[in-house]
């Protein structure tokens, strides 16, 4: 099971830290991804982290702004959002992929494990 957390109201311009904690099995194999989802649109990208956490890679909307990160020892992986804006407001989901499909999986197929979300909402 994925479950995220850190969720919540910020100010434009703010940072919130989202994290997402792994259970019940090991999943320091698989790449790990963030999506997010607003209200009355599709669930989109956001950041992707190989398994060995060597190699990242960002939707070009929070290039420079969000900072995907994992621990595999404490099986968690985190995205660290700075300069949030407005349009940053969704829900935020992580996820697993074990599809062995090459780095980055960007698709929402791609994932096959999914934890429950977590709001933020920026405000202007």
């Known amino acids: 099971q994925l479950q995220a957390s850190g969720g919540g109201s910020v100010q434009a311009g703010g940072s919130l830290r989202l994290s997402c904690a792994a259970s019940?099995?090991?999943?320091?194999?698989?790449?790990m991804g963030w999506f997010r989802q607003a209200p009355g649109k599709e669930r989109e990208f956001v950041a992707a982290?190989?398994?060995?956490?060597?190699?990242?890679y960002y939707a070009n909307s929070v290039k420079g702004r969000f900072t995907i990160s994992r621990d595999n020892a404490k099986n968690t992986v985190s995205l660290q959002m700075n300069s949030l804006k407005p349009e940053d407001s969704a829900v935020y989901y992580c996820?697993?992929?074990?599809?062995?499909?090459?780095?980055?999986?960007?698709?929402?197929?791609?994932?096959?494990?999914w934890g429950q979300g977590t709001l933020v909402t920026v405000s202007s």
């Open positions: 996820a697993t992929t074990e599809s062995g499909l090459p780095f980055p999986v960007t698709s929402i197929a791609g994932y096959n494990l």
């Open positions: 019940g099995r090991t999943f320091s194999r698989y790449a």
């Open positions: 982290i190989r398994w060995s956490g060597g190699s990242t």
